[in-house]
Structure formats: C-alpha cells, structure tokens
C-alpha cells in the first residue's frame, strides 16, 4: 500500500496553477490539487531580493505517484527553478478513508 505524500507547489498566478491542477488530476497523478489565494513571496534570486506574488498549490498524491507528478509539474511550470517540496502524510491522525480516496484516484 502506497503512503501519502502532499507536495506544495508555487505558481506565478492562477491561471498557471490552474492549468498544473487539471493536468496532474486528468493524469491521475494526484486525486486533488487546493489552489490557494495568491500570497505574496519575499525570496532572494541571483543575488537580489525579490518580492512577488505567487499562487500556491496544494497536490495530494501518493509516494508511488509522487516523483512522475513532480516532474510533470516541472515540464509545465515557467519558473526556471519552481518550488515542488514533497510533505509525507502520517496515518496517525488522518482519516483513513481521505487516504484510501487519494490511492484510489491516483495512478500507482
């Protein structure tokens, strides 16, 4: 049985978040995506600080699906190095049938 892994994503707007969210489900590479309210970044990128407005994605899919939905979402994003952080899922504490649901719509 395969764990759970949510990885967290930023995109530079909605539209782009959006359109990683449709490809990753329509693939079964994740059973859900959340796009968050856009939120603002402070980072620091060839040595400047930047300030930006990023939206951020939450992609629910399971281990055995994590490392193809990462790479799926590097192929579609514009940023030259996007955020994709891989964020383990523990049973204790969880619904059980939430994590069922996520292997069942997810391609293993």
């Known amino acids: 049985m395969s ?6 994503v930023t995109a530079p707007n909605a539209e782009t978040a959006a359109r990683i969210a449709r490809s990753l489900v329509e693939e079964k590479l994740a059973a859900c995506v959340n796009i968050h309210a856009e939120m603002r970044s402070v980072y620091e990128w060839e040595g400047k600080v930047e300030i930006g407005l990023e939206t951020p994605l939450i992609v629910k899919t399971t281990t055995a699906a994590a490392n193809a939905a990462r790479d799926r979402i590097i192929a579609l994003h514009p940023y030259e190095e996007p955020c994709v952080a ?6 204790e504490g969880s619904s059980a049938s939430f994590l069922d649901w996520i292997r069942g719509a997810t391609k293993t």
């Open 86 to 91: 891989a964020l383990p899922v523990s049973p």
């Open 3 to 8: 764990g759970i892994v949510f990885l967290y």
